[in-house]
Structures are given as C-alpha cells and as structure tokens.
C-alpha cells in the first residue's frame, strides 16, 4: 500500500511481489510456482544437526563474524569448490541470508549518488536496497531468448559515478548461468574502471548445464570483489536464513559494520547445522542436482506440450515462459488471472525489469514435488487449451 510516511527515497517500494503471490495462492488455494522455495526438506543429517546444536544450549547470540565452525566450513566450501583461500577470522562474514549479506554490503560500500551498474532483470532486493543506501541504479539488459548482454550497453552504463557492478549468476529469475567469457568482460570492465564487484552466488550448486564460475577466481578480480552466498537453496532450508560474504578483510570489515548494527547476529543453532551441510560428500550436491534437473526437465518439457515458448534455464530452480505463444501479451495480466482461472501461481517477470524487456515473461518455480508438478501443468493445460 502507498503511504506517505515512507521516506522519499523509498517512495514507490511496496510488498514484494513474493509476498504478494504467495498470499494469492493460499487465498485461491492455487499450487504456488511463485515464490521460489522447495517443497521439500534438506537433507536429514543438516536436520538432525540443528536439533542437536538446540538440545546442546546453542542458544544465546552466537558471535558477531558468525560461529567459527561456519566459518572454517565455508572456507573449506570455496576452497574445495573453487580453489579459493580466505583466511576464516578476517575474511568471512556470517550473515541472515543472503538478503541481508546483499542490503548490508550496499548499505556499507555506497555513499548518497554513487551508481550500482545492475544487469536486469534483477531480483527485487537489490533495487530496494541499493535505494535504501541512497544510491542509483544503472541496468543493463540481459536480452531473451538467451539473455546476452551487448558489451557497449555495459560499457555505456559505467560514470564516474560508478562505484560497484552487482552481479547474480546463477541468475534470477532468468536462469542464465554466466559464461566465462562475459565474467571476463565484466571483470575487464572492473578493473579498468576501479570497480568493486558485489555477486550473488545463492545458486552456486544448482547448475544443470556450463560450470559456475565465480568472479572473483579471475585475475585481479579477489581483492575487489565480496561472494555472497546462503544455505536457503544449497541445502533447501529457505526459512533458516544463513548466509555469508567472503572477500578481502577490509571489504568484510565494511560490510561487518554495517551488518552488525541490522541484526547484529542470528540462527545460532542453524550455524551448526550449515557448517555440517557444507561438509556433506559429493553424492549430496549430485543427488540434488539430478532430482532438480528432472524436476526443471518435467516442467519445461510439460509447458512446451501445451504450447508454451520456454526458456530452459542452465542453472537456478526457475523457468521461464513468454507468454505471447498462448496468446497473452502482457504477463501481468496472464499472472493475475492465472490463480483464478487455472489454480497456479507464477510471477510477472517484468517484475524484476526498469525497461519493458520483460513485458511478456512469466517465471515458473520447479523445486516443488513431481507430483505437485504434474498437477500445475495438468490445471495449465486445461485452461490453455
Ligand atoms: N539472491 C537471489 C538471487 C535470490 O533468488 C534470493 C532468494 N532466495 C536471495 C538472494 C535471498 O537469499 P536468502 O534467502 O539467503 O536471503
Ligand atoms: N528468492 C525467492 C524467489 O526469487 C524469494 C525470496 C523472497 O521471498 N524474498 O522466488
């Protein structure tokens, strides 16, 4: 709701299209393809874990840099995953969430006019937060089908306002996994310009196809740039809100002032359980991907029988449709008549768009149960036919 108590700089934020969506399925009673969380829990040792760590009394604060046993299990994570050494006492910030990793790292590194070069679509947070630290925003456009970017668009976007390039890939909603070659570009772009780069890396573990590459393992890109990472999708655990930055010492440092003053700490049991995740073998991380790709492959293949122009995503739990193929021009107006009609949720994605690239696309969530899959697709073919 638009109310005048909310400050200038935030005029025009209301509720996230999430929490918007996610109340419409339970209010129509509709499968919620929307917000992006799995039907499903994680894996039982990460249960048991934070049961334990709750019987055993972790329960008061735990410290401000998060538990040291996360800590070293995340600098085990980056270096077994991506060769990288972070020292766990100066270089690794536990965080609520990677939202809050996200808000705290804008709210740190901005000051009031600097520019944060964005590529859109981009997940709702980061225009939110990124005004919150009263900075702008500057987009370049990941384009459908295959959401490339045009290298002079991203070069164009760069002022000597710039401060920060802030990157997601895998990325939301698109799915799109970034390439070698364009994180080369970006981090040329970086360097010669003196930039700190920002990445968001929540779906480091969730790629079907290319290999997640994060930027900060290319050349003089370690010391400019802070990951940020979380449990929620790793480990399907949305609700426990553990995440991380990693990055060099005075960039942590940065983000560690904030971040202190807006929670100051939290999910002290949960720390525990995450520690014992990021340690699970092998089998853990391919088990889940495979169950995600056939989930993704079910719900792709499935729009596409009824007549859906899909965009199969290389990497993230999100898929997306145009709607133009079935006869919609606009997903707003598909994504609002969706519950009432057809009994399914899905999200506009010019949601997450400042131009109109996005007018016709809709993003389906698959980290939900087979079954629960083969219903939506069953009530979307109804209703499509
Ligand atoms: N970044 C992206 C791209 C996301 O999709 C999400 C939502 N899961 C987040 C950040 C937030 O992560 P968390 O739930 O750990 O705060
Ligand atoms: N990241 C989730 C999504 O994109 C939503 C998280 C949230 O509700 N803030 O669906």
Request: proline share 5%; net charge negative.
């Amino acid at each position: 709701m638009p109310t005048p108590y909310l400050a200038s700089h935030l005029q025009g934020f209301g509720a996230t299209i999430f929490a918007e969506m996610s109340a419409l399925a339970v209010a129509t009673g509709s499968i919620n393809l929307g917000q992006g969380f799995p039907d499903s829990d994680g894996p039982p040792e990460l249960l048991d874990a934070a049961v334990e760590a709750i019987k055993a009394g972790h329960n008061q604060y735990p410290p401000g840099l998060g538990i040291p046993e996360l800590r070293q299990a995340i600098a085990r994570h980056q270096r077994r995953w991506y060769a990288s050494e972070l020292n766990s006492d100066t270089e690794i910030l536990v965080t609520a969430g990677a939202t809050e990793a996200i808000a705290a790292a804008m709210l740190a590194l901005l000051n009031p006019g600097d520019e944060v070069v964005v590529f859109e679509p981009l997940y709702d947070s980061y225009a939110a937060t990124i005004a919150m630290a009263q900075g702008q925003r500057k987009v370049v456009t990941l384009r459908a089908p295959d959401y490339a970017f045009d290298a002079e668009e991203l070069r164009a976007a760069i002022t000597n306002r710039t401060k920060l390039i802030l990157l997601n890939t895998p990325h939301n909603p698109t799915g799109k996994v970034f390439s070698r070659a364009e994180l080369e570009l970006i981090a040329q772009v970086a360097r010669e310009h003196d930039l700190l780069v920002v990445t968001d890396e929540v779906y480091e573990h969730l790629v079907f196809s290319g290999v997640h590459i994060p930027i900060a393992s290319l050349p003089g890109m370690r010391d400019r740039t802070l990951v940020i990472s979380s449990a929620g999708k790793t480990f399907s655990c949305t609700g426990w809100k553990i995440g991380w930055v990693c990055g060099p010492a005075e960039l942590v440092a940065a983000v560690r002032t904030t971040k202190q003053f807006l929670t100051y700490v939290n999910g002290g049991p949960f720390q525990y359980a995450v520690a014992r995740g990021l340690d699970l073998g092998g089998s853990y991380f391919t088990t889940f991907i495979e169950g995600m790709r056939q989930r993704r492959d079910l719900l792709c293949d499935g729009l596409e029988k009824i007549g859906f122009d899909v965009h199969r995503p290389a990497g993230t739990y999100f898929a997306t449709v145009d709607v133009r193929s079935v006869g919609y021009s606009d997903g707003e107006t598909f994504c609002r008549e969706l519950p009432h009609k057809a009994g399914v949720v899905a999200i506009p994605s010019a949601v997450f768009y400042d131009t109109d690239a996005g007018t016709s696309l809709v993003r389906f969530a698959f980290c939900k149960q087979l079954a629960v899959l083969e219903e939506a697709l069953r009530r979307l073919g109804g209703f499509i036919s």
